[in-house]
């Protein structure tokens, strides 16, 4: 598996995020609408899988396949770069700014979204033969998805906005991982394995997603799902957003910045006579 350990990869991680920052306009776009395409495919197809098989934990199983996919590729997700970007502030790498950050940030998550919504069209012409009959079961299903994960968590009121930030930390703690993920190992096989593990427990839990949002809920509403553009941004995009950011840099960027590359000074054997 050629394992890095934490202090091989953290550099690793500070380095891709500078270099992500001063990507350009164009190939900053360009690998966040593959992203955003190749992910979402890989929604359609483990909820295809969950349908047939009537199996959650087979397509929870088989989802990561798109994710590892996209990476291996150099493709960008926004919950990824929400992690990436803010290292090379904090550790003062030369030109990065949070202004960098905040562009990146934003063209990536136009870029994503482009990519997910072009996925989601594609799909619906699959799924209704080009608009010409009715959805299939798997497109049912993204309908029904889409109406209990927007006006089924606005019936709970702000309890219900809670529960979907909360989702979303715990997602961009299982992704960002996943994406670090992607670093610790030199070899191929290494580094599927370490990304695929926390991608497959965040789907079966069915936390919450920005990126795979992006393409559910387009998705959703064109097979006829009874919500609202309105109601898929208050009732989760925003809220999703939010929660993937705090998630992943509470949980993952700040944790491995504060204890793998701005370490505290180990205690000496002197020190512990002091303390006895």
Not at 133 to 161: D, H, I, L, P, S
Request: charged letters at 10%.
């Amino acid at each position: 598996m050629s394992y890095l350990a934490p202090s091989e990869f953290v550099p690793k991680l500070i380095d891709s995020g500078e270099t992500k920052i001063m990507m350009s306009t164009k190939d900053t776009l360009v690998r966040a609408y593959m992203a955003g395409a190749t992910l979402a495919l890989a929604a359609a197809f483990a909820v295809t899988i969950n349908v047939q098989t009537g199996q959650p934990l087979a397509g929870a199983v088989l989802f990561p396949v798109g994710f590892c996919m996209l990476y291996l590729l150099g493709y960008d997700l926004l919950t990824g770069v929400m992690v990436l970007c803010p290292l090379a502030v904090w550790a003062k790498r030369p030109g990065c700014t949070w202004g960098g950050v905040f562009r990146n940030w934003g063209l990536v998550f136009t870029g994503n979204f482009a990519g997910a919504l072009t996925t989601a069209v594609m799909m619906a012409i699959y799924w209704t033969y080009g608009f010409a009959a009715e959805t299939n079961e798997v497109g049912m299903k993204f309908a029904t998805m889409g109406e209990q994960r927007t006006v089924g968590y606005a019936a709970y009121g702000a309890a219900g906005w809670l529960t979907i930030f909360v989702r979303a930390m715990m997602c961009n703690w299982m992704v960002a991982s996943g994406v670090v993920g992607a670093t610790i190992s030199t070899s191929v096989s290494g580094k599927i394995l370490a990304m695929w593990m926390p991608i497959m427990l965040f789907f079966y839990m069915v936390f919450e997603h920005s990126i795979v949002n992006m393409f559910l809920f387009p998705s959703g509403l064109m097979m006829g799902g009874n919500f609202s553009i309105l109601d898929y941004f208050i009732w989760n995009e925003i809220p999703v957003v939010l929660g993937n950011l705090v998630g992943g840099l509470t949980f993952v960027g700040l944790m491995l910045y504060s204890t793998h590359y701005r370490t505290s000074k180990s205690r000496t054997p002197a020190d512990l006579k002091i303390a006895a």
